[in-house]
């Protein structure tokens, strides 16, 4: 199986909204709710950040919100902060695997 | 508070194996699945599989049969990853992850750098 497919970079200003795609089949993302964004800073281990396409763990900001529809996810991050610079992945379930997306990178202008 | 703390570093020759821990502490290890996820330098997460912390019953994904093998100590609650017959596409950062539910992991160990190397 590839890869989701998300965009390779996404950036904005302190401030702005930005939203990153995630893009699978209907054998994936667009079958089942289980879908789920991490943040990785560099170095560092990845940070569930959503989960279940729009659940927002305890502790994680609400500037964080997730989305489905058909076969693509969404991540936005709102209010954008320069401690959201990171990479971020979604997932998800594929009925008897985790696959991974290809990883975007947020710049904080 | 749960954690999951990998074992160090490790660098190895072609050829040999390596086995990586991760122990588990702050919750009751057989309630959560374990999953193996590697990132090769510079590159994205990818899914290994998983092993079911109760059975003991190892899952894994494609490209991942046959030198990778995932085992349990349940009573240290430390699951482990054994990597046998090293190559150098081999080297990347391992990490375990708790399965909280369906496919989604809300607990990450550090991770563990493999360099495979002579």
């Known amino acids: 199986q590839s890869a989701l497919t998300q965009p390779a970079s996404v950036s904005g200003s302190p401030g702005q909204s930005i939203t990153i795609s995630c893009t699978g089949t209907?054998?994936?993302?667009?079958?089942?709710?289980?879908v789920s964004w991490y943040q990785q800073h560099p170095g560092k281990a990845p940070k569930l950040m959503i989960s279940?396409?729009?659940n927002r763990p305890s502790g994680v900001s609400n500037r964080f919100s997730g989305s489905k529809s058909g076969n693509t996810a969404s991540l936005t991050i709102s209010g954008l902060q320069a401690e959201d610079e990171a990479d971020y992945y979604c997932?998800?379930?594929?009925?008897?695997?985790?696959?991974f997306g290809t990883g975007t990178k947020v710049t904080v202008l | 508070q749960v954690q999951l703390v990998q074992s160090g570093s490790e660098l190895k020759n072609p050829g040999a194996s390596v086995k990586v821990s991760c122990k588990a502490s702050?919750?009751?290890?057989?309630?959560?699945?374990m999953n193996w996820v590697r990132q090769a330098p510079g590159q994205g997460l990818e899914w290994m599989g998983w092993?079911?912390?109760?059975?003991?019953?190892?899952t894994y994904a494609q490209g991942f049969t046959g030198r990778f093998v995932f085992s349990l100590d349940t009573s240290v609650s430390t699951a482990y990853l054994q990597i046998s017959s090293l190559k150098a596409e081999d080297t990347a950062v391992y990490y375990c992850?708790?399965?909280?539910?369906?496919?989604?992991?809300?607990?990450w160990g550090q991770g563990t750098l493999v360099t495979v190397s002579s």
């Open positions: 279940d396409v729009s």
């Open positions: 209907s054998s994936d993302v667009g079958r089942y709710k289980y």
């Open positions: 992850a708790r399965d909280v539910s369906t496919a989604t992991f809300d607990y």
């Open positions: 702050g919750y009751t290890f057989k309630t959560s699945a």
């Open positions: 997932s998800s379930y594929t009925g008897s695997s985790t696959l």
């Open positions: 092993i079911n912390t109760k059975t003991g019953n190892p």
